[in-house]
């Protein structure tokens, strides 16, 4: 088998949802892309839009209401991995820090603009049809928000620590760590400042606006009792805090997760009703990609970039993927010990250290998986259409994820707003065809979704067409 190494100049056609010129490209005989992290890119993307579009049906993939990790709690930090791994490929050499720097900058600007553009509120997409937003309603954080906070960070310390170390390291078991010290200072300092803030903070007792519309109590004032510190439960802990005194309380998310908790509704797991006897924080927004879990949530990116530093320094496969499994399972240990020692519970929402290292030492296996698959024994073929997602991941991601393509077509309608093209598809082809809406709705997300637009990204990668961020 071939050896894969890395070289300096990358392919024109870079495709990733934060940094195109960050996917990896290799060296066979000739230039070529590190398939297995385009196509680990594509999953996510393909995960983010299944969780999203069938998690209402299907709530054991959803987001966790508050303790626990669902599918959809891995789809954040393996976005956050894979920009790791990105950065340490893409910045291999730095023959200019300033300019380097200055991209990284412009990439942060792009990324923000585009999260506050979707997330912020202005888009209403897929269902209704309306655009715009009020100022004083809108939400700052996001998912690209949170990516563009971690992108810069870790990409500036991979620029500025560049003549720390030396390209090339003994293979020992930690030398690789011992090389790139400055990358697990910053890690282990964001990881104090998380702790330190979260088991630190007083939080006293706080109250707000029920904004809901479709509430009988729409405009009414609700306090939440606190007064405490240390606390990790939905109401009284600091990451909420941080975001209501940073953020404002107007604009954090409306519709948290934990809504679908049993203190909330009676229909939990799934969506539903509030109860008239529910705690007054059901009826309150949080920002699930807030400040200080956003802090926290950089070290996940730091972890994904060892991973691209293994790939630099370690020529032979067999020890790359031993690095990469033992790390990973060493990960996983950890994140489960705090978990289920009550030590720190599993949770996206706060982005705990435990909830790092699980979905980090899961992101670290399958990698490994895919890249002992497609890299290794070169089966790349039967993950084509992922591997098109990854290599378009930004054009999937607004386009599909955040569905302005589908809130294109429900534009046209016949005489009622759900009376459209893709209602009609999801009813008549998925739905009646299953004779059951959960099963029916899943295959029109499999199959309608995310295959659909696997299509579409390989006619886009034939004709050479890729949104670059």
């Known amino acids: 088998m071939s050896e894969i190494k890395v070289v300096d100049v990358m392919s024109h056609d870079q495709g990733l949802l934060v940094h195109e010129e960050a996917a990896s490209t290799l060296n066979l005989n000739e230039k070529r892309r590190l398939a297995s992290l385009d196509i680990f890119r594509g999953l996510t993307v393909a995960l983010m839009i299944l969780v999203d579009d069938a998690g209402g049906d299907w709530p054991v993939i959803a987001h966790a209401p508050w303790e626990g990790c669902n599918l959809a709690d891995f789809v954040m930090p393996f976005f956050l991995f894979i920009v790791g791994v990105s950065i340490a490929l893409a910045f291999k050499r730095v023959s200019n820090k ?20 979707l997330q912020g509120g202005f888009s209403h997409a897929p269902d209704e049809l309306i655009y715009g937003v009020d100022v004083t309603m809108m939400r700052f954080c996001g998912i690209l928000q949170r990516i563009a906070l971690s992108y810069l960070v870790v990409a500036l310390v991979e620029i500025l620590t560049k003549n720390s170390h030396e390209e090339s390291l003994s293979t020992g078991t930690f030398s690789i760590f011992k090389s790139y010290y ?47 510190r240390g606390k990790l439960n939905p109401p009284c802990n600091a990451v909420g805090y941080v975001d209501r005194q940073v953020l404002g309380i107007n604009h954090m998310y409306h519709h948290p997760a934990w809504r679908r908790s049993k203190a909330c509704t009676d229909d939990s797991p799934y969506e539903g009703s509030l109860r008239q006897d529910a705690p007054s924080w059901c009826h309150a927004p949080f920002e699930p990609e807030g400040v200080l879990s956003s802090i926290s949530a950089i070290l996940s990116t730091i972890i994904g970039v060892h991973f691209g530093h293994t790939i630099l320094h370690f020529k032979e496969h067999s020890a790359r993927l031993k690095h990469w499994i033992s790390t990973g399972l060493a990960l996983l240990s950890l994140g489960l010990t705090l978990h289920f020692t009550h030590l720190m519970p599993l949770n996206k929402q706060l982005y705990t250290f435990s909830y790092t290292c699980v979905t980090s030492g899961a992101a670290a296996l399958v990698f490994s998986a895919l890249y002992s698959l497609v890299d290794v024994l070169e089966w790349k073929h039967v993950f084509l259409p992922l591997e098109w997602i990854g290599m378009n991941a930004m054009l999937v991601y607004v386009m599909g994820a955040e569905g ?40 029109y997300v499999i199959f309608g979704e995310i295959l659909f637009w696997g299509l579409v990204t390989g006619v886009c990668h034939r004709f050479k067409i890729y949104w670059k961020l």
Not at 192 to 209: N, S
Not at 413 to 434: A, C, D, G, Q
């Open 98 to 117: 300033f300019e380097a720097c200055k991209k990284v900058g412009f990439r942060t600007c792009k990324l923000l603009f585009w999260g506050l553009l």
């Open 404 to 443: 302005v393509l589908a809130a294109f077509f429900n534009g046209w309608y016949y005489r009622h707003p759900s009376n459209t093209l893709i209602n009609w598809i999801k009813e008549h082809v998925f739905v009646r065809v299953w004779h059951s809406r959960r099963v029916g709705v899943l295959m």
């Open 182 to 228: 400055w990358h697990w200072i910053v890690g282990a300092s964001v990881l104090v400042i998380y702790l330190a803030t979260l088991y630190g903070t007083y939080v006293p007792d706080w109250e707000f606006v029920v904004s809901d519309k479709d509430s009988i109590l729409y405009g009414k004032i609700k306090s939440v009792s606190c007064g405490v």
